[in-house]
Antibody
Framework: QLQLQESGPGLVKPSETLSLTCTVS??????????WGWIRQPPGKGLEWIGS???????YYNPSLKSRVTISVDTSKNQFSLKLSSVTAADTAVYYC????????????????WGQGTLVTVSS | QSALTQPRSVSGSPGQSVTISCTGT?????????VSWYQQHPGKAPKLMIY???KRPSGVPDRFSGSKSGNTASLTISGLQAEDEADYYC?????????FGGGTKLTVL
C-alpha cells in the first residue's frame, strides 16, 4: 500500500526558492502505472495542481506556474521533489504530494493516495 | 487554464440528498471521462470519493454517486449524514494538465 510523506522547510523568504521532497513507501516510484504529483492549497482556499512527473523524468506543469516550477525524481531514493522559485506571500500554502494514475496505461484517473501535507509560509 | 466552477456552498438536512455541480469546458470535463471527486475535512488531506466520473473506490459508501452531462459533472450525496459535512472538490484530466474545481462547502443542517 503506497504511502507518501512530504518534507522540507516550513518557512521560506520572499524571492527565494521553495524546495520540498516527497518520499514514497510501500511501492516503487519506478512503476509504469503512476505519475507523481504536487498539489497545493493556500489557507482557506481551494486545491491547485502544480505539476506531475513520471519516473522517466517526463513532466507536466500547470501553465500558470510553469515558469517557476521544477519537479524532479530520484528513483534511487524513491523520492520526487518540487522547486518553486521567486516565491511571494501568494505561494504560502499547504503543499501535498499525491499519486496519480497514468491515464494512457491504466485508462483511469485519480489522485490517491495523498501525503498528509506540509505548510510552507513565505515571509521575511 | 481556469479552475472548474463549483458552487461555493450547498446544504441539506440529514437523510436528504444534495448535488454538487462542476462545470468546465470541452477541453477538460467535456473532453474526457476522467473526473474525480475529493472530500476534505478541516485540517485533513483530500480523500478520493469518485473517479472516472461515476466509479467508487472500495470503502466509499454507495450514498455517493457521480455523473456527467456535457461539460458539467455532478456529485450526488444521498441519505446525508453529519459526517458528510466537508469541502468537496472535483478534478478533471485535461491531457497535458489537470484542473481542480474551486471547492464546495457542504453543510449538514
Amino acid at each position: 500500500q503506497l504511502q507518501l510523506q512530504e518534507s522540507g522547510p516550513g518557512l521560506v523568504k520572499p524571492s527565494e526558492t521553495l524546495s520540498l521532497t516527497c518520499t514514497v513507501s510501500g511501492g516503487s516510484i519506478s512503476s509504469s502505472s503512476y505519475y507523481w504529483g504536487w498539489i497545493r492549497q493556500p489557507p482557506g482556499k481551494g486545491l491547485e495542481w502544480i505539476g506531475s512527473i513520471y519516473y522517466s523524468g517526463s513532466t507536466y506543469y500547470n501553465p500558470s506556474l510553469k515558469s517557476r516550477v521544477t519537479i524532479s525524481v530520484d528513483t534511487s531514493k524513491n523520492q520526487f521533489s518540487l522547486k518553486l522559485s521567486s516565491v511571494t506571500a501568494a505561494d504560502t500554502a499547504v503543499y501535498y504530494c499525491a499519486t496519480e494514475l497514468v491515464v494512457v496505461v491504466a485508462a483511469t484517473f485519480w489522485f490517491d493516495p495523498w501525503g498528509q501535507g506540509t505548510l510552507v509560509t513565505v515571509s521575511s | 487554464q481556469s479552475a472548474l466552477t463549483q458552487p461555493r456552498s450547498v446544504s441539506g438536512s440529514p437523510g436528504q440528498s444534495v448535488t454538487i455541480s462542476c462545470t468546465g469546458t470541452s477541453s477538460d470535463v467535456g473532453g474526457y471521462n476522467y473526473v474525480s471527486w475529493y472530500q476534505q475535512h478541516p485540517g485533513k488531506a483530500p480523500k478520493l470519493m469518485i473517479y472516472d466520473v461515476s466509479k467508487r473506490p472500495s470503502g466509499v459508501p454507495d450514498r455517493f454517486s457521480g455523473s456527467k452531462s456535457g461539460n458539467t459533472a455532478s456529485l450526488t450525496i444521498s441519505g446525508l449524514q453529519a459526517e458528510d459535512e466537508a469541502d468537496y472538490y472535483c478534478c478533471s484530466y485535461a491531457g497535458s494538465h489537470r484542473v481542480f474545481g474551486g471547492g464546495t462547502k457542504l453543510t449538514v443542517l
